[in-house]
């Protein structure tokens, strides 16, 4: 399983970013796929996920503001990532869940004026 994300960069507070997770093959297979992020000097953290009946969560740190959305026939989740703060500023990794656990590369993403 090959997971790509991208789509990160750099934006000022308030503004938005779409990022996108590329898997190899179907992503029927999996039980559900989702987001991390991880800051500078903190722990992952949960962002949101989707299962594949399409059932959707969010941290509560990113609910009303961000959205997580797939596309079956481009095997591909997105995250859109709206009315952004410095805080959300991470390394986004999406992931993705069918008994064992997968996960892509990072993509960066800065919030900064």
């Known amino acids: 399983v090959q997971l790509q994300a991208s789509g990160g960069g750099l934006v000022q507070p308030g503004g938005s970013l779409r990022l996108s997770c590329a898997a190899s093959?179907?992503?029927?297979?999996?039980?559900?796929m989702g987001w991390y992020r991880q800051a500078p000097g903190k722990q992952r953290e949960f962002v949101a996920d989707i299962t594949s009946g399409g059932s959707t969560n969010y941290a509560d740190s990113v609910k009303g503001r961000f959205t997580i959305s797939r596309d079956n026939a481009k095997n591909t989740v997105y995250l859109q990532m709206n009315s952004l703060k410095p805080e959300d500023a991470a390394v986004y990794y999406c992931?993705?869940?069918?008994?064992?656990?997968?996960w892509g590369k990072g993509t960066l993403v800065t919030v900064s004026s």
């Open positions: 093959g179907s992503i029927f297979r999996f039980n559900a």
């Open positions: 992931n993705a869940v069918r008994g064992s656990t997968y």
